[in-house]
């Protein structure tokens, strides 16, 4: 049995990017609304304006939460259209970069940026989304091996990644079936400057333990919400599986894989439809956070957890129950 948290239970937050800065944890959570919209696959009930940043005094699992308030809304990005779903961020030379996904006016994810002093703010966002950038769910992942930013993206239905194939938008969006190799993530270098790519995306294969693609009815292929940690030397990509309703990870010996699927790290949450996670190591322990919708019993009203993640003597991930 895992005790969990719930870090906010006064406001719906959802999808949580979290990362120490100046001593503290961070976190970076979308920021759920209530609305009337109907239920649908393309998401049109997570109808988020605005992110705060939340910092954790101490201990996660009893240190207090402090609300820093609204970092970016939607009056700041100049190319504005809808949907301002989950967020990540990095340090670099001491700037920190805000990296979201947002509709632009044709109603198609791009990738914004926002930059600013202070991990706390306030952020200026750049008058333009990332060149090539398409799709959700942005991780980006500091390598301390060799000094590099890994951007991980990539979600379908309502993260539109079914309507791209080498990174080119095509006519008509196809979702694989049956024994069809399942969609891929995409992972990116940062150029030096951290506001464009260095490279032209790539698919990030996840493989069987016979070194074979998973496949379209496979229920732990992937589905969005990359992230990558390292552990003991290892990179750990986990993800959500999305209508399977599991976080699950794939282990490689390098940011570009092909990664070897490994297990489950979180079975499906109750009273959620998905779950959006990130895994942080903290003063020695390992954390998981994540959400589901338990305090309002609706799956775009969602509630942040946290709760402490361990692993084997092998590294593997020990299961947490939802």
């Known amino acids: 049995m895992h005790m969990k948290r719930y ?6 937050h959802a999808d949580p990017s979290v990362h120490a800065f100046n001593g503290k944890l961070h976190i970076y959570p979308s920021h759920d609304w209530d609305c009337t919209d109907s239920e649908n696959d393309n998401g049109d ?15 996660p699992m009893t240190g207090k939460v402090t609300d820093h308030g609204v970092i970016l809304s939607l009056e700041d990005i100049p190319w504005a259209g809808r949907q301002l779903w989950d967020c990540d961020i990095q340090e670099r030379d001491g700037k920190y970069y805000l990296y979201f996904p947002l509709k632009d006016r044709n109603d198609i994810f791009r990738m914004g ?23 959700i769910d942005y991780a980006c992942f500091h390598d301390d091996a060799d000094d590099e930013y890994y951007m991980y993206f990539g979600g379908i239905w309502g993260g539109q990644l079914q309507r791209y194939v080498d990174n080119k938008a095509v006519e008509a969006p196809y979702l694989p079936q049956g024994k069809e190799p399942a969609i891929l993530p995409r992972v990116v270098r940062m150029a030096k400057n951290m506001v464009e790519f260095a490279e032209e995306p790539r698919a990030v294969e996840i493989l069987d333990a016979d070194g074979r693609l998973l496949t379209a009815d496979n229920p732990y292929r992937f589905f969005e919400a990359s992230w990558m940690h390292k552990y003991q030397g290892k990179y750990y990509l986990s993800y959500s599986t999305g209508d399977t309703h599991m976080i699950c990870y794939a282990t490689a010996d390098n940011p570009y894989g092909p990664f070897t699927y490994q297990g489950v790290v979180l079975t499906p949450v109750k009273a959620g439809w998905t779950t959006h996670h990130c895994i942080v190591e903290w003063e020695g322990k390992w954390y998981l956070f994540h959400h589901d919708s338990v305090p309002s019993g609706k799956s775009w009203c969602r509630s942040l957890k946290v709760c402490e993640l361990h692993y084997d003597a092998d590294g593997h991930i020990l299961t947490i129950e939802g």
Do not use: N, W
Not at 7 to 12: F, G, H, S, T, V
Not at 118 to 135: A, D, E, K, L, T
């Open 113 to 135: 940026v926002a930059i600013s002093d202070s991990p706390v703010g306030p952020f200026r966002c750049m008058p333009y989304p990332i060149h090539g950038s398409y799709s």
């Open 45 to 59: 009930q997570y109808d988020m304006k605005d992110y705060h940043v939340f910092t954790i005094d101490g201990d």
């Open 7 to 12: 870090l906010i239970p006064e406001d719906y």
